[in-house]
């Protein structure tokens, strides 16, 4: 079971946030990165027409997006309104095109039906992940793939006050923690990738990528920036990235 909050989140967002999410991805000063980040996820997916779930689907966006794509795409999220928000989403989808269902990831009534599924920003809210793995396992047909691109190590810290705000769960979510429940609950092999959106921060931004006087100096050098891409690709994305499951 989900904390209160999450069940009421796009209530107490107001109009002016629900407008926001329901306008996902062309919202935001970093839809940029989103749209890299939603880039690489769908080059990890099967080959269309496939079935896909996405898990914690919020407004829809990105089930409609992948409905659009060509697959055939259902959504599954906890709070009500979110589904009702996504079942008349007109930006990306045809409401219809796209099934939508009320649903706790971490309990999903689905076996062996899907060759994928995602969850986008979602399996750190859930408040038991290993029941929501072993839950998106079931929902996966022998030889699918499960894909998840969560925020890393340190955000737990991060969100705390969005997490005392919202009454929701904010928690670190790395690959490497993702894999070594993906294994215990069956899936039988596991790899990890870089964000889209960390690499096209590095790469394409001109934002000053934070840390003291010296990081941020030379990360203002485009040559550092593509070394640390290389950081990014080869050690540290195990703390933060995309991982995929194979059942
Ligand atoms: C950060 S939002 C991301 C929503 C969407 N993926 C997006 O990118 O806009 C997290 C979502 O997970 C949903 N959620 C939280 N706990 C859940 C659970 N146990 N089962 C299903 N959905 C859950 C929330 O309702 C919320 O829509």
Redesign the pocket.
Known sequence: ???AG??T??QSLGERGRRF?LN?PFTGRERGL?MMEIGAMLTLLPPTPARVL?????????THFLQKCGYQATG????PA?IELARTNAVLGTPGAAEFHV??????TFDNQFDAVV????L?????EEA?LRSAYRALRPGGVCVTSEPGTGHGRKGAGAAAKWD??EKDMPPKHIARLGKKVGFRRSVYYPQGRDLGRLVFTQDPLGGNALIRFLLSLRPTRYLASLWLMLGHKRNKGITVLYK
């Open positions: 079971m989900p904390r999450e069940l989140y796009y999410a996902k989103v996405e898990c914690g689907c919020g407004t829809g966006w990105l599954v999220d906890v709070a979110a649903m706790d990831v971490e309990a999903m969850f986008y920003a979602a750190h809210h859930a408040l038991d929501a929701t769960t």
